[in-house]
């Protein structure tokens, strides 16, 4: 599961930005807005000169309200001292002294302090109130929006690279997806993982170890520069997630807290949706290999069963019988094992395919030899199909590995003779083919039925046959030729034949022989 950023990755769907953390403005430009504001309302009243100074109360109230939806509570409390001193000093008799001759004023002056603060603190209150409320707003939809990404994204990896570029934006600093290897390890696989150093380790492994948060801004490992959320799903660690945070960021953590573990929820259920899919797929692929298995035995028995049976009953008369009919039973005889040996060879060289040990052994080598050397081994199988082999003169020598394509040009003459029906001919054709980048091509063509068209696409794996197939064989002999092949650097194409039937053709590198050895 472990996986790249942003380098490696296809194009994710956008992410949608959100600013879920409200940026105040400083406490002073606050008390500077006060400020300004009640002097201009002061200078208002020295030019105007209103006939009643008790009527420009109302004023300096409103002009408080309006503050109240723009300042913290610290200023408002400011704004509402600030403006009684002012109208007190400048405009309520006597003008330039905070004395007061009238018990009117007294009152109007104390009921506009009181008005003032009530109504300004109801005002903050419904403020915080709409500021908080369109905060969980955001956090709702931003976690809506991860949430369908998440949904939609194609691969595992796709889907936890969206995740963390969401939780970059909306925490502004640097997230990092701790994740579990095979060994029993933790280690960072998504974001910058160069953020998870050595000194950050510990606080990592402790959250993951003990299913609790580290890190930053909490009592264990606090000297960290990043703050670790466990993974938790079904009462487990599935991951870690680590969150940089920049210290502006990191003053208001308590205020998106509920966000990041929304987050960290969500990518653990991502984490989890993987895990349940990899031991799906695991699972199977073992019902596969069990049904594979089982039916590689049955066919491998069958194809056992069948030489081993005409061997007994061969055995058992050749003491009883005449001359004449001792060498039918040894042609018999002959025959099966044969047959057992192509067998025994076709596993043996499946298992050298899937070891990868097979490794060629380039050398020069006679075409003509190996055709021969085919041609001998195919003899049973091919005494009722006339072959024509053409070989130009002039190609004496080419450079392959004798056993691997000897054994590739066997296979497709039995794949040829069990295929097509007794007396129709085989041709085996060699040469060089390609002017810019010549190439050795060896074909083999039938006059059969032909390939049947669902079957083109899927001829080399092991274990194809088609529906029609005759009873006999396991389906390997195409899937050797492909990879002995393909060891030598070379590949094997099929075809139509234009008379009609099947072709296939070896094509391998040319090399053309400095000189040509005596022998």
């Known amino acids: 599961m472990a996986g790249c950023r942003h380098p490696h990755h296809p194009v994710s769907p956008p992410v949608h930005t959100f600013e879920v953390v409200e940026r105040k403005s400083p406490p002073f430009r606050e008390y500077a807005e006060v400020f300004v504001v009640v002097v201009a309302v002061t200078m208002a009243a020295l030019f105007v000169a209103p006939s009643s ?46 004395a007061i001759t009238s018990f009117e004023d007294v009152l109007m002056l104390g009921t506009y302090v009181i008005v003032a603060f009530v109504i300004g603190r109801s005002n903050a209150r419904i403020r915080e109130a709409e500021r908080a409320e369109r905060v969980r707003e955001q956090r709702a939809s931003a976690l809506l929006h991860v949430a369908r990404a998440l949904a939609e994204a194609k691969t595992f990896e796709q889907a936890i690279d969206i995740a963390l570029r969401q939780a ?61 959320l466990p993974l938790m799903r079904a009462m487990s660690v599935v991951g870690v997630l680590a969150v940089y945070l920049p210290d502006e960021t990191a003053k208001s953590l308590a205020g998106f807290k509920d966000l ?52 007994s009953a061969a055995t058992a008369k050749l003491g009883t019988q005449n001359e004449a009919n001792r060498a039918d039973l040894a042609a018999e005889i002959r025959t099966a094992t044969h047959r057992l040996n192509r067998l025994v060879a076709n596993l ?28 001998r081994n195919t003899a049973d199988v091919l005494k009722d199909h006339p072959v024509t082999v053409t070989v130009p003169p002039g190609m004496l020598l080419i450079q ?24 129709t001919p085989v041709t085996i054709e060699g040469g060089i083919k390609g002017a810019t980048e010549p190439r ?80």
């Open 348 to 375: 043996l060289n499946l298992n050298r395919l899937e070891s990868g040990t097979l490794k060629p052994r380039l050398d020069w080598c006679d075409l003509r030899g190996l055709i021969n050397e085919a041609l």
């Open 260 to 311: 990041l573990e929304g987050f960290a929820a969500q990518v653990a259920m991502q984490i989890e949706r993987e895990q349940l899919r990899v031991v799906t797929e695991r699972e199977k692929l073992f019902v596969e290999s069990e049904k594979l298995h089982r039916t590689l035995l049955d066919s491998v028995a069958h194809e056992l069963r069948t030489p081993l049976a005409v061997l």
């Open 400 to 423: 392959a590995d004798p056993a691997l394509l000897e054994q590739a040009i066997t296979n497709l003459l039995h794949n040829a003779a069990f295929h097509t029906p007794a007396g």
């Open 53 to 98: 100074h008790l009527s420009f109360g109302i004023v300096y109230l409103i002009a408080v309200v309006t503050l109240s939806m723009r300042v913290g509570r610290g200023a408002l409390i400011f704004a509402g001292i600030f403006s009684a001193l002012m109208w007190d000093l400048f405009v309520i008799p006597p003008v330039g002294s905070l």
């Open 440 to 519: 050795i091509c060896i074909s083999i063509s039938d006059k059969g039925p032909g390939m049947p068209p669902e079957l083109r696409d899927v001829l080399f794996p092991k274990f194809q046959r088609g529906k029609h197939a005759l009873p006999g064989g396991l389906g390997l002999g195409l899937s050797i030729v492909h990879g002995f092949v393909t060891a030598q650097g070379g590949e094997v194409v099929s075809g139509d034949n234009p008379g009609g039937g099947a072709a296939f053709s070896i094509y391998l590198p040319y090399h053309k022989p400095d000189t040509v050895p005596e022998e």
């Open 168 to 228: 970059d934006q909306l925490f502004n600093g640097d997230s990092v997806l701790l994740l579990v290897t095979p060994d029993g390890h933790l280690r960072a696989s998504n974001g910058p993982v160069d953020r998870y150093n050595e000194t950050e380790k510990g606080a990592g492994e402790w959250a993951w170890t003990h299913g609790a948060k580290a890190g930053r801004f909490t009592p264990n490992f606090p000297e960290a520069a990043g703050h670790y």
